[in-house]
Nanobody, 115 residues
Framework: QVQLVESGGGLVQTGGSLRLSCAASGSTGSIYAIGWYRQVPGKQRELVAQFSRDGIINYADSVKGRFTISRDNAKKLVYLQMNGLKPEDTAVYYC?????????WGQGTQVTVSS
């Protein structure tokens, strides 16, 4: 059983920055992939950035060069540093983790970028 809690969302202007945090707890030892997704109402949830099971980092093309995923294993935290934010980045951002056949999701945190 894994619990994920996101934080750090908010309202920023175009060009601003935010850092999202995902705190993992519970039986986290067998997690083989963890990362960030985002979703806009009426659209599919999309991958933003993740540490994959192959040990590589995957980014959506739309965020490459602007977003950076990182982690602090000792604190069981995963971060998403978002720079150069654009209105099209507005979405609910979710932390997600894979463990065996299961997929865990956090509750989400709202990011709104104004023009």
């Amino acid at each position: 059983q894994v619990q994920l809690v996101e934080s750090g969302g908010g309202l920023v202007q175009t060009g601003g920055s935010l850092r999202l945090s995902c705190a993992a707890s519970g039986s986290t030892g067998s997690i083989y992939a963890i990362g960030w997704y985002r979703q806009v109402p009426g659209k599919q949830r999309e991958l933003v950035a993740q540490f994959s099971r192959d040990g590589i980092i995957n980014y959506a093309d739309s965020v490459k060069g602007r977003f950076t995923i990182s982690r602090d294993n000792a604190k069981k935290l995963v971060y998403l540093q978002m720079n150069g934010l654009k209105p099209e980045d507005t979405a609910v951002y979710y932390c997600s983790a894979n463990q065996g056949p299961l997929i865990y999701w956090g509750q989400g945190t709202q990011v709104t970028v104004s023009s």
